[in-house]
């Protein structure tokens, strides 16, 4: 392999990497940006830390808009009154829908293995 491929295939690998570690960091609730940036710079590894670590830490509520009137729900987890429309009860953190942060997971995990072995086969191939 020539240095200009290697380099280029380099800078894919760590572009897709980037990608997948910021979309995978939103959905943990966590800093896409930061991890974009450690995807680039540490590729599957970063990857993998952002699919361990659990969920951040919630975004505040959003205030109501004036003359406007809430109704609540009860959260299942802490029993306690939240907003009817409300994504993450506020007082435990818990989630309301049905899915969990990172249920989907799954696809962006087999991407990320799937590549990683189809780049050793690459190299090893190139090198052997």
């Given amino acids: 392999m ?3 491929e290697a380099f280029l295939w380099l800078l894919a690998q760590s572009v897709l990497f980037s990608l997948l570690s910021a979309v995978a960091a939103h959905a943990r609730l966590r800093n896409p940006v930061g991890w974009a940036l450690g995807g680039f710079l540490l590729g599957p590894l970063a990857l993998l830390v ?3 670590l659990g969920r951040g830490i919630p975004s505040p509520p959003l205030a109501l808009a004036p003359g406007e009137r809430s109704s609540t729900k009860e959260c299942p987890a802490c ?3 939240i907003d009817h429309r409300a994504a993450l009860c506020r007082f435990c953190g818990t989630r309301q829908s049905r899915l969990e942060a ?3 997971m799954a696809p962006l995990v087999v991407a990320a293995l799937v590549l990683a072995g189809f780049t050793a ?3 090893v191939g190139r090198c052997g």
């Fill in 2 to 4: 020539e240095p200009r």
């Fill in 79 to 81: 029993c306690a009154d």
């Fill in 121 to 123: 086969v690459v190299l």
């Fill in 50 to 52: 952002v699919l361990v």
């Fill in 102 to 104: 990172g249920a989907n």
